[in-house]
Structures are given as C-alpha cells and as structure tokens.
C-alpha cells in the first residue's frame, strides 16, 4: 500500500493549503502579492500550482505530460483573463470573463473533468489545486472586493452562522423527512468524533464552496442583478451544483434542499460580507446531516 506520508506526499500537500492559509489568515497581505509584480509576472505565477501535482504524480508513478501542462497553463489562463477583466472593468461590476473564470472552475469540479489526474484517493487535492487558482486570480489579480475570505473568525461570524443554521434546520429536517431524502438515525455520535467531522467540513468542504458561491459568484452577481435576485439565483446554482450528488441521475430532492439550504448561506456571507459566517453555517448543516441524517 502507498504511503500518504511519503515526503513528496506532505511537501505537495503544504504547497496546496498554505495560499489557502495564506489568503485566509492574511488576507490584506495577499491581496497585494500580484500588485507587486509585473504583468508577466502575475499572470505567469500560477503556473507554480503545477508542483503539488507534480510531486504526487510522480510519487505514485503516474505522471502524464498533458496533466502537467494542464496544470500549469489552466491557473495561468485564469490569472490572464481575470488581469483583463481588472483592466477593462477597474469598478468591478463584473464581466464575462469573471463568470467565464467561475464557469471553469465550477464545471471542472462538479463534471470531475481533472479527476484522473490524480491517484485514487486524492482527487480532492485537484479541488484544492483550483481553489488556489481562483483565490490567486480573483483576490490578488482581480483585487475583488467584498468576498469577505478570511479565516480568523469573529464571535459575530459564529453567532450569524449559527442562527442561520437555527433558521434553515426545521425546514430541512420536516422537509427532508417528508420526501424521504433524510433518514434520522438515534445515535449520540462520540465528541471526538463529531468535532473532527465539522473541523474537516469546515475547512475542506465549506470554506471552499462558500467562497467560490457567495464570495466570488453571489458577489459578482449583486453588482449586476441587485442583492435579492443574486440571493436566489445564487441559491440555485448552488443546488443545481449537487444534481449528480449520490446518484447517477438528476436527484431533484438533493437540488431542493441544497436550494433552500443556499438561501441561508447567503445570507449568512451577505449579512457582514464574511465567507466565515455562511462556512459556520454551511458546516453545521453538513455535520449533523452526515452524523444523524445520512
């Protein structure tokens, strides 16, 4: 069996999560990396991204050319369209090549396009891979404002997150039950347990899709089609994102719910325009559905 703690494994593995970090902890710092280089410099950095997968790969011995270069030149071609859309957009109300931008990367993680990339077992480092990217372009490239990425959470993100949580559960759970989608299961989960389950939701599953959805799309859209339609359709994006989630065919009742559930995350981001506040949120649902409703 191959180690996941071989050295190039770990090195690869602190290459994805420290932008991540970085923009989450530093966020003001970050956002000054790409303003601090020349244009070629900006655009072509991204194209270090290509490393982790490279040391992993060739940990695994499944390295393949045409990965790589997609690997290096998908980042960069994000960097370049997102440096246009701050050349021909500087008061950022968004244009076709940010949804352009957020289009690729949303397709490439639902369809799982980059999946066979990677070993068995670490296609999320693929998502995170992108992540990066789109953190790089669109906070430090971009300069977009109002995403609200930030990783040291206030008393407030804890407090907006968890009433929403309060707000959306009833309705989930009634619902849920009603169409058969949820299934409670009477079991006190061990507190270990549970803390491990949100702290990995939290980080890897929440933080990620909430600032790809209301810190970069449901932004973006309110600077077109107003706070409220961008609220909605946002929400319903985010559903549709989970069409193919536990089945092999459209799970319209997954949709619903993740609909609904989208409505309360945005408005926990919205309320302070902080990603932390929907991810707290987006994290609680996500724990007690696995840990009592799956």
């Known amino acids: ?14 290459l994805l999560l420290a932008p991540l970090f970085y923009a989450g902890f530093a966020p003001d710092h970050f956002a ?4 601090r280089l020349p244009r070629v410099g900006r655009v072509a950095t991204p194209a270090l991204l290509s490393i982790p997968y490279a040391l992993v790969a060739l940990s695994f011995g499944v390295l393949r050319w045409e990965w790589l270069a997609l690997y290096a030149l998908l980042p960069v071609g994000l960097a370049f369209l997102l440096d246009q859309a701050r050349n021909v957009d500087a008061k950022v109300r968004g244009n ?24 068995h077992g670490l296609a999320a480092a ?12 669109f906070l430090s490239v971009r300069q977009l ?12 993100d804890i407090a907006l997150g968890l009433r929403e949580f309060l707000f959306y559960a009833p309705v989930a759970i009634l619902l849920g039950l009603a169409l058969g989608f949820l299934h409670f299961h009477a079991q006190w989960p061990e507190p270990l347990r549970a803390i491990g389950a949100f702290v990995f939701t939290f980080v890897f599953i929440a933080i990620p899709e909430e ?16 706070r409220s339609a961008a609220l909605v359709l946002t929400a319903i994006l985010f559903g549709l ?14 949709v619903l719910l993740a609909s609904l559930a989208g409505i309360f995350y945005g408005r926990a981001w919205r309320s302070q325009r902080r990603v932390g506040a929907s991810s707290i949120t987006h994290a609680t ?9 799956r």
Do not use: C
């Not at 990425?149 to 008393?155: A, G, P, Q, T, Y």
């Open 126 to 137: 693929g998502k995170i891979l992108l992540l990066d990217a789109g953190i790089y372009g």
């Open 96 to 119: 076709w090549r940010d949804f352009l931008v957020l289009a690729a990367l949303g397709l490439a993680v639902d369809l799982r396009w980059l999946e066979p990339a990677w070993p």
């Open 32 to 35: 000054t990396i790409a303003t």
């Open 241 to 254: 994102a989970h069409w193919n989630k536990r089945t092999i065919s459209f799970n319209w009742r997954y």
């Open 145 to 156: 404002d109002g995403v609200g990425f930030d990783m040291r959470l206030k008393l407030h």
């Open 1 to 14: 069996m191959h180690s996941f703690f071989r050295p190039e494994i770990v090195a690869a593995a602190i």
């Open 285 to 293: 649902v996500d724990t007690l559905w696995s840990l009592w409703f």
């Open 211 to 226: 600032v790809f959805f209301r810190g970069w799309l449901q932004n973006l859209l309110e600077r077109r089609i107003g």
